[in-house]
């Protein structure tokens, strides 16, 4: 019903940027909330930023100020943009939208995952 392809992942330098990137697809009426998720080895997964149909975001502390997230509603995307990139972000960054399909009903569902590596 709902598909999601992620894409933007990599190796970057301590410092440097990359730009993550979702795109949904299928039987959709109408995406709410779309987030971000990472997991690095061995920890849970945490959410990194969300945002609202409305444009309104949250982040996790640990990102504040360094990554951005956007969408584009016409499109159903979501990007986030990461700057400052540090060794501790190196984790599999997840795409997640919860979305109202043509049915009427809901569905959240998870992208494939993109690894992301910080390291010098």
């Known amino acids: 019903q709902v598909q999601l392809v992620e894409s933007g992942g990599g190796l970057v330098q301590p410092g440097g940027s990359l730009r993550l990137s979702c795109a949904a697809s299928?039987?959709?009426?109408?995406?709410?909330?779309m987030d971000w998720y990472r997991q690095a080895p061995g920890k849970q997964r945490e959410l990194v930023a969300r945002i609202t149909t409305g444009g309104s975001t949250n982040y996790a502390d640990s990102v504040k100020g360094r990554f951005t997230i956007s969408r584009d509603n016409a499109k159903n995307t979501v990007s986030l943009q990461m700057n400052s990139l540090k060794p501790e972000d190196t984790a599999v960054y997840y795409c997640y939208v919860f979305a109202r399909v043509t049915t009427g009903l809901t569905s959240a569902v998870w992208g494939q995952g993109t690894q992301v590596t910080v390291s010098s």
């Open positions: 299928g039987s959709i009426l109408m995406v709410y909330n």
